[in-house]
């Protein structure tokens, strides 16, 4: 906040340190009302683990070390020459 901002804050809070406690909580809802209406709605989660886990699935064995390996050199050989 520049010198402007903090100075009509602080008058602000002065203001309303003034109040009744309950015009001060009818201002907080106004303002979380307000504020609100401008914020995105939290989006809705998904199942990942269990999309994952079908994406992962397969009626076949995994992979030895030594296949993943020759793929990888595989790989390198294509990519490297």
Partial sequence: MNQVETL???SILNVVSQWPPTQQ???VNDVLKMISSRVEPPRQKRPTLSEALGLLATDQPAPTDAEVKQWLDEHRMEKYG
């Fill in 8 to 10: 009509n804050y602080n």
């Fill in 25 to 27: 909580q009818a201002l």
